[in-house]
């Protein structure tokens, strides 16, 4: 067996086509189709994959008549050659951006929520003192913002942490709790009423968010728990535009806080239901990978999300809790 001082100096003999013939292994589940991908012939690949595989000591994927898949240390490789890539990838994309003259870029993941009001103020004040620095925003729901964080793809999560997946490799500074109401259109047949019951609100279509995702599988649970199967004419989809759109325009309804449709709420597009969904999710807050540098200008836009969330939050504010 190889020691792991060997290991050690195996890994770093490894090269960024050994890590692209890597993924492309894990992506395609075939040593031709993934000798392809990379524009290799197939004897290459499995020489290059056998390297690999001496280097470190250990089997990276198992052979069977379907392909091959990998083994407990292929798995834990691939996180990692995704995670070097990116680097890679980010890098080169970094040292174009100073090469052209801007500041340098960050790229922010985030929940709804904030994406309505933090980020959008946070990014205002670092375009106010830096214009130069390129910054990229996604929305998505918190675990696949995550996976992405831990991959390389993103600089910053203004999220929740849903798993012990990872979670080791994180830093988590909680922002604020986030209640969610069932909102409607302002002259929706329930808006009127002054008491509704869950059974009232199976009745309409709803608005979701995709299967697998922590809130929809507590609002499963809230019908289920107060006797009523969870709605099944439903759109699913986590774009806030769409969901805007669809409330304003049909008899739909969704849970969200209200604070992410606050302008329609006060415009009197909207209305918030009366009653108690039973439905809050852990506090949001800012997540980044532990013992990670950031570049200068994601450390402006960390900077700024403090500094705005101290404005929005300070009356609920949590506290810092590494790792969570």
């Known amino acids: 067996m190889i020691q792991p001082d060997a290991r050690r100096l195996g890994i770093t003999r490894l090269k960024t086509r050994h890590l692209s013939l890597l993924l492309y292994l894990h992506e395609h589940r075939s040593v031709l189709r993934a000798a392809e991908a990379a524009n290799m012939t197939q004897p290459a690949a499995s020489k290059m994959l056998a390297e690999m595989e001496s280097l470190l000591g250990v089997p990276l994927f198992e052979r069977h008549a379907r392909g091959v898949e990998p083994t407990r240390y292929g798995q834990v490789l691939i996180r990692r050659a995704r995670s070097a890539l990116s680097e890679i990838g980010r890098a080169q994309d970094e040292i174009a951006a100073l090469s052209s003259g801007l500041m340098g870029q960050a790229s922010i993941g985030t929940v709804v929520n904030p994406g309505t009001n933090l980020v959008p103020q946070a990014i205002a004040m670092v375009k106010r003192d830096c214009p130069d620095i390129l910054i990229k925003v996604e929305m998505d729901y918190s675990r696949p913002l995550v996976a992405k964080l831990l991959d390389g793809q993103l600089d910053i999560v203004v999220g929740r942490i849903m798993g012990p997946e990872g979670a080791g490799e994180l830093d988590f500074e909680?922002?604020?709790?986030?209640?969610?109401?069932?909102?409607?259109?302002?002259?929706?047949?329930?808006?009127?009423?002054?008491?509704?019951?869950?059974?009232?609100?199976?009745?309409?279509?709803?608005?979701?968010?995709?299967?697998?995702?922590?809130?929809?599988?507590?609002?499963?649970?809230?019908?289920?728990?107060?006797?009523?199967?969870?709605?099944?004419?439903?759109?699913?989809?986590?774009?806030?535009?769409?969901?805007?759109?669809?409330?304003?325009?049909?008899?739909?309804?969704?849970?969200?806080?209200?604070?992410?449709?606050?302008?329609?709420?006060?415009?009197?597009?909207?209305?918030?239901?009366?009653?108690?969904?039973?439905?809050?999710?852990?506090?949001?807050?800012?997540?980044?990978?532990?013992?990670?540098?950031?570049?200068?200008?994601?450390?402006?836009?960390?900077?700024?999300?403090?500094?705005?969330?101290?404005?929005?939050?300070?009356?609920?504010?949590?506290?810092?809790?590494?790792?969570?």
């Open 174 to 324: 909680s922002l604020a709790d986030e209640p969610h109401a069932v909102l409607a259109r302002a002259d929706h047949p329930l808006a009127h009423q002054s008491q509704i019951t869950h059974a009232d609100l199976a009745a309409y279509g709803w608005i979701m968010p995709p299967p697998g995702s922590v809130l929809r599988s507590r609002l499963d649970m809230v019908f289920l728990e107060h006797g009523q199967p969870p709605p099944q004419n439903i759109v699913e989809t986590g774009s806030l535009p769409i969901i805007v759109h669809l409330l304003r325009n049909s008899d739909m309804l969704t849970a969200l806080p209200p604070e992410s449709v606050q302008f329609y709420l006060q415009m009197g597009h909207m209305c918030v239901l009366p009653i108690n969904l039973g439905v809050r999710m852990e506090y949001f807050g800012i997540v980044r990978r532990r013992n990670h540098q950031l570049s200068p200008g994601a450390e402006r836009v960390l900077e700024a999300l403090r500094a705005a969330s101290h404005k929005l939050y300070q009356a609920r504010s949590g506290s810092h809790w590494p790792g969570v």
